[in-house]
């Protein structure tokens, strides 16, 4: 009689097993979910702000290389031979094809490299299951464990291994992917590194993810201030 009766919740068993091992193992790679549009790693391009710093490399004139070029309060650089030159608002690809219109008056080739330096202006919003939610400071290449040690690390309900990243496309949607920090913790398996762009946001989530819209109606528009504009507002600061 047990037999039987083991044999005919034999199904119910095996589809609860099957439930909660695919809750528990998410493909850590790009998934998608309502009002997301797919998630891709083309860069962003970024806006440069008042105190970030770039470097200007010369190809043919060294002597006029600049590692740290401030963008002063009033949005402008001091470029060698140029002096003040718009910079605020520009793209590097249009601030560089600016720079290379203006140096034609005063070199043969003007052949150079336009780096960012470091960021000043540039942000990242770190939120969940972590010790201090908040806006950070983009300083350099950072990756999304960084984000999470420089909140204060996850606390004990974190799921890390479900961490969300949310970043804007350059047509202004939204995109997500997961990633397995927890993985990558144990490991430093680079498949489990996900770089971080200014406007980035990083989210550890403490339940299991087993659909990303019930995950973003329920949990993440409860749990951060977001919209599907992207616009995070945290007291008087506001995050694009």
Not at 39 to 50: A, F, G, Q
Not at 114 to 123: D, M
Not at 137 to 152: E, F, I, R
Not at 199 to 220: C, H, N, R, W
Request: include cysteine; proline fraction near 6%.
């Amino acid at each position: 009689m047990l037999a039987v009766t083991f044999l005919r919740r034999l199904p119910v068993v095996l589809l609860a097993v099957c439930f909660a091992g695919c809750v528990q193992h998410l493909d850590p790679k790009p998934h998608s979910a309502r009002n997301f549009a797919p998630w891709t790693n083309d860069p962003v391009p970024y806006r440069l702000s008042p105190g970030d710093v770039v470097a200007l490399q010369f190809t043919l004139n060294p002597e006029l290389n600049e590692n740290e070029l401030s963008i002063a309060p009033d949005g402008t650089i001091t470029a060698p031979l140029l002096g003040a030159v718009d910079a605020a608002g520009l793209s590097l690809v249009e601030l560089k094809k600016n720079l290379q219109r203006r140096y034609r008056a005063y070199l043969r080739q003007a052949s150079f490299d336009l780096l960012i330096h470091s960021y000043g202006a540039a942000q990242i919003y770190v939120g969940g299951e972590v010790k201090t939610q908040g806006i950070y400071p983009l300083k350099g290449a950072t990756d999304a464990m960084q984000a999470v040690v420089t909140a204060g690390g996850a606390i004990d309900s974190a799921k890390l291994a479900q961490t969300i990243v949310i970043r804007r496309r350059g047509d202004g949607r939204p995109m997500m992917r997961t990633v397995d920090l927890r993985h990558y913790l144990n490991t430093a398996d680079t498949r489990d590194r996900v770089m971080l762009q200014p406007g980035d946001l990083v989210y550890v989530p403490k339940t299991e993810i087993a659909s990303f819209d019930i995950f973003i109606d329920q949990y993440l528009d409860k749990s951060v201030p977001f919209n599907k504009t992207f616009n995070y507002n945290m007291g008087s600061s506001v995050f694009y």
